[in-house]
């Protein structure tokens, strides 16, 4: 059975850093793609990155140049490097995994940025 167990959110003032690490159990290479979503209230939730295997990323215009996405397959761990946050980013991230053509999702950990 996937699961997928984020970890490293929390309270951050603007400017701000976070590293977000989300846990894969099975093999993290076999996922098509791995990445981020998050969800604010009363908002849908939204594509933040996403990596493929073979290492192609996307980001959302809103974070572009500021979050890094990463994985470590290896370790079967992918990670989302947040600097300089703003109010705006404040939302629950979830962690994502696409394999065999099967969305799978993590619990989601909240990420608070305000002064």
């Known amino acids: 059975q996937v699961q997928l167990v984020e970890s490293g959110g929390g309270l951050v003032q603007p400017g701000g850093s976070l590293r977000l690490s989300c846990a894969a159990s099975?093999?993290?290479?076999?996922?098509?793609?791995m990445g981020w979503y998050r969800q604010a209230p009363g908002n849908e939730r939204e594509l933040v990155a996403t990596m493929r295997s073979g290492g192609m990323a996307n980001y959302a215009d809103s974070v572009k140049g500021r979050f890094t996405i990463s994985r470590d397959n290896a370790k079967n761990m992918v990670y989302l490097q947040m600097n300089s946050l703003k109010p705006e980013d404040t939302a629950v991230y979830y962690c994502?995994?696409?394999?065999?053509?099967?969305?799978?999702w993590g619990q989601g950990t909240q990420v608070t940025v305000s002064a």
């Open positions: 099975g093999s993290v290479f076999s996922f098509n793609i």
């Open positions: 994502y995994g696409q394999r065999a053509g099967f969305d799978y």
